[in-house]
């Protein structure tokens, strides 16, 4: 489906002054549970007006921080980025109507959608708290399966995550950031995620 489809990338979102998060500390609480995990499925989130996510499935091979009991548990979240109907999304960006009303898979450098299978690492929370305190909220994520105990949000999915390489390291996904030169003036802004990912490393060893 992906190789077929029409691409269009959204302009990046990277804020270098607003990394998430600097150091394991932050991580861990900032954060119910932090976790390394196997991405098995991928379903469309379509017909969301300025919205482009996708639906993930997730299993969670190890928790690194937080309770136990969701070790070896699927658990669904959103990430950004995915298929998405142009008419939805080109008037919130340049102000156009496609009236065609086309298809589209939007990418974006800040976060690259992994592949199906890709081993990562991430932050999430319990919808549960969320979904108590929006009625609304809840009933919109429930049509796509999203409303259950089960639910969970990547905090900063942009800063807040790792995927394993050919190498079998650990990199952050963001490709902003993981392709920055040490000469780049947001360097030094970025910096903590560099020792951080080492850390991660360490840990999953």
């Known amino acids: 489906m992906t190789s077929a489809a029409i691409i269009e990338y959204l302009p990046g979102s990277t804020n270098f002054d607003d990394v998430f998060p600097s150091t394991w500390h932050d991580m ?35 928790v690194l921080s937080g309770s136990k009991t969701l070790e070896h548990q699927y658990i669904a979240t959103t990430v950004p980025m995915g298929f998405a109907f142009s008419k939805d999304i080109k008037s919130s960006v340049d102000g156009s109507s496609d009236q065609k009303n086309t298809e589209v898979l939007y990418r974006q450098t800040n976060f690259p959608l992994p592949k199906i299978g890709s081993q990562i690492i991430t932050g999430i929370k319990s919808n549960k708290k969320k979904f108590e305190q929006n009625r609304a909220f809840k009933k919109e994520m429930a049509k796509y399966n999203l409303s259950g105990s089960d639910s969970y949000l990547i905090t900063e999915p942009n800063y807040n995550f790792w995927i394993k390489n050919d190498a079998g390291k650990f990199i952050i996904n963001n490709l902003d950031i993981r392709n920055m030169k040490k000469s780049n003036p947001n360097y030094d802004k970025v910096y903590s995620l560099v020792e951080l990912t080492k850390q991660l490393n360490s840990k999953v060893k």
Do not use: F
Not at 29 to 41: A, L, M, Q
């Open 28 to 62: 861990k609480h900032k954060n119910d549970y932090v976790i390394e995990g196997t991405i098995v499925n991928y379903e469309k989130m379509e017909h969301q007006p300025l919205l482009v996510q996708t639906k993930a499935t997730i299993h969670v091979d190890r």
